[in-house]
């Protein structure tokens, strides 16, 4: 079955950064778009950033845009999110996400804590 695995989340320090890695089986990894979003303490789950199946395209949110970047391994099957500059606000879960077969699929998140 599908199955999405977040990791390095962690505490990081206002203008500091954090790498996180989303490791992904049980569908055609190199065939889907992957997707990270964030969810912040009483607000909706977000879209931070997605990247189509080769690396091709890459889609930011305005609030993200020059300071994080996605990428992707899929000789690994892992889609990554490059966070720089962090702010005290991005302080959320953080997800990965793919749409395979009418469906939608998570990861149980990776908490992103910015604080000094």
């Known amino acids: 079955q599908v199955q999405l695995m977040e990791s390095g989340g962690g505490l990081a320090q206002p203008g500091g950064s954090l790498r996180l890695s989303c490791a992904a089986s049980?569908?055609?990894?190199?065939?889907?778009?992957m997707s990270w979003y964030r969810q912040a303490p009483g607000k909706e789950r977000e879209l931070v950033a997605a990247?189509?199946?080769?690396?091709?395209?890459?889609n930011y949110a305005i609030s993200v845009k020059g300071r994080f970047t996605i990428s992707r391994d899929n000789a690994k099957n892992t889609v990554y999110l490059q966070m720089n500059s962090l702010k005290p606000e991005e302080t959320a879960v953080y997800y990965c996400?793919?749409?395979?077969?009418?469906?939608?699929?998570w990861g149980q998140g990776t908490q992103v804590t910015v604080s000094s």
């Open positions: 990247i189509t199946s080769t690396g091709g395209i890459r």
């Open positions: 996400k793919v749409d395979y077969e009418t469906r939608s699929y």
């Open positions: 049980g569908f055609p990894f190199s065939m889907y778009t």
